[in-house]
């Protein structure tokens, strides 16, 4: 059986991965259950039934057998299907091979929960103090913009009202008629 899981889970990295390793743990323990549950054991167990009719006692266990090989099959295979386990050891198989041309080692927590919080949150608040900063300052360029659109809009309005009191003043006097 130890065989068999060391062969599923391919030495070389590129074997069958966990769920062929699953599949022959699951095998090994099935025939270990079943190896359990020998011929001999039942017949001691059952032993008047035993001398009485040795061949139906056989056919019983051998019933009994594959019934049970057949439940705890089915029954693997749908706890298998509930939890989604294929993909999932498909997953894990790819994070493993994904971390094993990573020179880095993995982040392992420090034991002290502030430097643990600390070493993730602050390169976070880094980025994001960096990423307002540079939306304050493009709000405070448009800001300048639109000031400068105000005070240019205000100059033409006062130049306005500056060439509308001239032609007022010039329409309500009358002309002198002595320069003629």
């Given amino acids: 059986a130890a065989a068999a899981a060391a062969e599923a889970e391919g030495g070389d990295g590129g074997g069958p991965g966990r769920a062929a390793l699953l599949a022959a743990v699951v095998d ?10 020998s011929y001999e054991r039942f017949a001691q167990c059952y032993r008047r039934f035993y001398r009485a009719q040795p061949h139906v006692t ?28 294929e993909e999932l050891l498909g997953a894990l198989d790819a994070i493993v091979e994904e971390s094993r041309g990573c020179e880095e080692p993995a982040w392992r927590p420090s034991g002290i929960p502030e430097a643990d919080a600390r070493s993730t949150v602050v390169p976070f ?5 960096c990423f307002l ?34 032609r007022r003043a010039a329409w309500q006097d009358p002309p002198n008629p002595t320069i003629q």
């Fill in 125 to 129: 608040l880094l980025k994001q103090r």
């Fill in 58 to 85: 056989r056919s019983i266990h051998e019933q009994l057998l594959a019934q049970l090989r057949a439940a705890v099959t089915e029954e693997i295979q749908e706890v298998k299907k509930e939890g989604n386990l």
């Fill in 28 to 37: 090994a323990f099935l025939e270990k259950l079943l190896a359990a549950g």
């Fill in 133 to 166: 900063r540079r939306e304050l300052s493009h709000s405070q360029k448009e800001n300048r913009a639109a000031a400068a659109a105000v005070l240019e809009g205000r100059e033409r309005i006062a130049a306005l009202r500056r060439s509308i009191a001239e």
